[in-house]
């Protein structure tokens, strides 16, 4: 399998996790079906099947993560000499010139990406059309709506 870019950010955030489901709520799960066990008939006792089931997506969840973590590239972006080039993990401030609405976003890897914290994925027609360029250039982004033009202002090594 390729390597999947992850900012070094992304990867303690999943790093703190996965430590956190293997050294709190593995041990934890595991007192509660043992608790569970001990009231005796298995296939009518409800908290044992909860708790059964909160331990397999516990154990799914830290399999999924080590997967990633196993397939990441990471790349810190504050070891990398700003030179105004956007690239992945850089922050860029834009300038909408249709609208003259201002807008910043932070190019991450898949897992990372969340809209709502201007984190967009390398992979979105946005963050394509941007790296690669740097200050002063304009970036022509696809959308549904049409061709939306945008001004690299800023970008940053965060």
Do not use: W
Request: glycine share 6%; proline share 3%; net charge negative.
């Amino acid at each position: 399998m390729d390597k999947v870019p992850m900012t070094a950010a992304g990867e303690k955030t999943l790093r703190i996790e996965v430590d956190r489901l293997k050294q709190i709520e593995r041990p934890r799960i595991i007192k509660e079906i043992a608790t569970a066990r001990a009231q005796g008939d298995l296939r009518e006792n409800a908290e044992y099947q909860y708790a059964k089931e909160e331990q397999g997506f516990i154990e799914g969840r830290i399999a999924d993560i080590e997967g990633k973590l196993n397939h990441a590239h990471v790349i810190d972006v504050t070891l990398i000499e700003c030179t105004g080039r956007v690239i992945f993990g850089t922050t860029v401030h834009l300038l909408n010139l249709d609208t003259d609405e201002k807008i910043v976003y932070q190019i991450v890897g898949d897992d990372e990406a969340d809209l709502k914290i201007s984190k967009i994925s390398v992979y979105s027609p946005i963050a394509r059309a941007l790296v690669g360029k740097q200050v002063g250039d304009v970036a022509l982004v696809q959308a549904p709506s049409g061709t939306i033009e945008y001004e690299i202002c800023l970008v940053e090594h965060l």
